[in-house]
């Protein structure tokens, strides 16, 4: 009887028809990265303080960035460059063709103009710098007549005298909360607050009552849009609660 052996299949045709499929899912894959995911459209959410467009430009900043997969996963891994006024970014897909970038804008109670330099810092609801520029923006006050030391970015606003920065930011809060931003905030020696919204003038007084004062501020000065003069608020308690508004011609 015959004991001849069965040939053995060849291994090299199995792994060449292995390679081969790998080869195609790869190239398949590859074409529908570059075909699928090209950036036509980019949204931007949360941003008031720079056109989109400036957003944009700032955040596709290579050569791939036409590929809207890249721009994901590129900012999956590495930071956004800082922006000015800006506190985070995110990015995410919203469809194959169009990002979606969530901005969070940093909170600015007030600007501290220094002459040395020609620049403000802006300050936050903690009283920490967190923006030096020599920008003006627009709805945030400037504030004066204060006693500050050097002023060092994302470190607290070095205001001489006890108790001026608290009552400072207690101000600003409740000002914005009431939707009553002046165009400027004006600091006394005694520790008067006098507040100037365009032709109107509004004396605070010491900082005593101060929410009870905004609370009543923001009731009276839409009603004085069209006057001029003083609205005096510094001799409002709880005891006397008059308030003269001193019209001007």
Known sequence: MGTGKKKRRKPWKAIGWTFLIILLLFAIGALIVTK??????????????????TMEDWLLDDEYCWNSLYVFFKYKFVEPKEMPFVDSMEISLESPHTIEIKVEEKTLLGRVYIDTLGQNAYFDKDGFVVEMSSEVIEGVPTVAGLDVEQIVLYEKLPIKGENVLKNLLALTQMLKKY?????????????NYTLKYNKITVL????????????RLSYILPELAEEKG?????????????????REK
């Open 204 to 215: 605070v007084g010491q900082p005593q009552n101060l929410n009870e004062k905004i609370v």
């Open 36 to 53: 699928v995911f090209t950036v036509e459209k980019v949204k931007v959410t949360g941003n008031h303080h720079y056109p989109n467009e």
């Open 230 to 246: 003083t609205l005096h608020l510094e001799t409002w308690t709880e005891n006397t609660t008059d308030i003269a508004f001193e």
């Open 179 to 191: 939707d009553l931003v002046p165009e400027k905030i004006k600091y006394g020696k005694e520790g």
